[in-house]
């Protein structure tokens, strides 16, 4: 059973298109987050949810929009694709309470052409 | 502005022998520090941890040290195997869950 699972792990797409990555964890924790790496592998962080509200937004286009639906999900769409949108997104979770470490999905390889 | 450095994109070590990944972090109000793994197409995951309260935390062949003075965190894996070949995350928490990573070390041990 996997617990933070994010789809799709790849995904080509032409720029200017509009995608989503969906993200699903099975731990029961209340925070949800979305991470981009970059092409020179540094970590950072987009936006983090705790159940379902919007904690933490990092500065990032107005085109990448978050969504909770509840607090085991957590979507990412993101409008008008640019090619510097072209990275690894990894969804994580971790509990909210205390020093709680992350748990994270496989990555979504996002490639912009 | 990159928080959590981590100088040395990768390191070699012969098989048996001590890896030593390091890590400097710039903000004093990080209290708890963790190193996460990673391989090749998967999400990272949980190696280790310590709070700011203490300077040692060991598990097994991981031992994770921390210098608040130097603002300094280093993972020692004695002894390197094969398989601990992987990319290498420090990261250091703020309060609210907010994890700042560094940019990674692949570490390769060589059989």
């Known amino acids: 059973d996997t617990a933070v699972s994010q789809t799709p792990k790849y995904l080509v797409t032409q720029m200017g298109n509009d995608k989503s990555i969906k993200c699903e964890q099975n731990?029961?924790?209340?925070?949800m987050y979305w991470y981009k790496q970059d092409s020179k592998k540094f970590l950072k962080i987009m936006f983090s949810?705790?159940?379902?509200?919007?904690?933490i937004n990092e500065t990032v286009p107005n085109r990448f929009s978050p969504k909770s639906p509840d607090k085991a999900h957590l979507n990412l769409h993101i409008n008008s694709l640019e090619l510097g949108d072209s990275a690894v997104y990894f969804c994580a979770s971790s509990q909210s309470q205390g020093y709680g470490e992350l748990f994270f999905g496989e990555g979504s390889r996002l490639t912009v052409l | 502005d990159q928080q959590v450095k981590q100088n040395s994109p990768s390191l070699s070590v012969q098989e048996g022998r001590i890896s030593i990944l390091n890590c400097d972090y710039t903000n004093s109000m990080f209290d708890y520090f963790l190193w996460y793994k990673k391989y090749p197409a998967e999400g990272p995951t949980f190696l280790i941890s310590i709070s700011s309260i203490k300077d040692k935390n060991e598990d097994g062949r991981f031992t994770v040290f921390l210098n608040k003075s130097a603002k300094h965190l280093s993972l020692h894996i004695v002894p390197s195997q094969p398989g601990d070949s992987a990319v290498y995350f420090c990261a250091a928490i703020l309060t609210g869950n907010q994890f700042y990573f560094g940019t990674g070390t692949s570490l390769t041990v060589i059989p």
């Open positions: 731990l029961g924790h209340d925070t």
């Open positions: 949810y705790n159940n379902k509200e919007l904690i």
